[in-house]
Nanobody, 127 residues
Framework: QVQLVESGGGLVQAGGSPRLSCAAS????????MGWFRQAPGKDREFVAA????????????FYADSVKGRFTMSRDNAKNTVYLQMNSLKPEDTAVYYC????????????????WGQGTQVTVSS
């Protein structure tokens, strides 16, 4: 069992750079692939970023949606059982509830594949 708690959201001006955190408790955090997803009102939950438990066969450890590539950076600190999402150059269309999830499978971009979720943190970007 893994419990996840997101923090760091709020009201941000366009162009701002907040950092979201997701603190995990439970067993073997370092064994889980972690993902950030977001959900805007009336829309499905969409993939934002993911970081693997170990370097993948391709040598990549992080994966991003095209809409955030170059603006968002995901990282993890296994010693602190925490993952982060550094968000830069925010746009109004980034407004959503942001969720972190934990997954032991390989389908990092599919929210249905994730085993555990946090409660989410609201990010609102004003223009």
């Amino acid at each position: 069992q893994v419990q996840l708690v997101e923090s760091g959201g709020g009201l941000v001006q366009a162009g701002g750079s907040p950092r979201l955190s997701c603190a995990a408790s439970g067993r073997a955090f370092s064994n889980y692939n972690m993902g950030w997803f977001r959900q805007a009102p009336g829309k499905d939950r969409e993939f934002v970023a993911a970081i693997v438990a170990a370097i993948s066969w391709s040598g990549r450890s992080t994966f991003y949606a095209d809409s955030v590539k170059g603006r968002f950076t995901m990282s993890r600190d296994n010693a602190k059982n925490t993952v982060y999402l550094q968000m830069n150059s925010l746009k109004p269309e980034d407004t959503a509830v942001y969720y972190c999830g934990a997954d032991r499978g390989l389908n990092l971009r599919d929210p249905d594949a994730y085993d555990y979720w946090g409660q989410g943190t609201q990010v609102t970007v004003s223009s």
